[in-house]
């Protein structure tokens, strides 16, 4: 069962959007990256943070350095220094992201809720940072879809 089959009874879908050209690439989350670092709310939310994330889309993986408010480093694939916790998933299970009916304000959020996207390492820490996660899954969707970060 995939999140998508949650959506609330009687609400309509969306036609499906594309996920962006190429995605998964580095230069998908080197953009990700700037639009993040541009966002005061992730500001906010790791100001006190020295954490590193791995996403693992599929066979693709990027690693990311989250320091006091930023993202200061993104390369693809996982770092020699490990992860403070990685968010795994299928490729289908990502383009999700950009797929699921817009029937609430975060739908993507399910697919945390029901573990389609799964969480791996220091389990306590990806939850302290779960708004930082969010906001860096609403600018996921946002590169794909033309969305605004709201």
């Known amino acids: 069962m995939t999140a998508a089959s949650h959506a609330a009874p009687g609400a309509s879908a969306e036609a499906k959007t594309a996920a962006p050209e190429g995605f998964p690439s580095l230069e998908n989350f080197e953009e990700v990256r700037d639009a993040v670092n541009a966002d005061l709310e992730f500001r906010r939310a790791t100001d006190l943070v ?8 599929g066979d693709f993986s990027v690693w990311m350095k989250w320091y006091r408010g ?6 693809e694939g996982p770092d020699i220094l490990g992860f403070t916790f990685a968010l795994v998933a299928p490729l289908e299970t990502w383009r999700e992201v950009f797929d699921l009916p817009r029937t609430c304000y975060q739908p993507w959020a399910k697919l945390y809720n029901f573990g389609e996207i799964a969480i791996e390492g220091n389990v306590l820490e990806a939850t302290r940072l779960l708004e930082a996660t969010y906001i860096l899954t609403s600018h996921i969707e946002a590169l794909g879809t033309g969305r605004s970060v709201a």
């Open 70 to 75: 930023q993202i200061i480093d993104v390369h």
């Open 50 to 57: 020295d954490a590193s994330v791995l996403l693992k889309i």
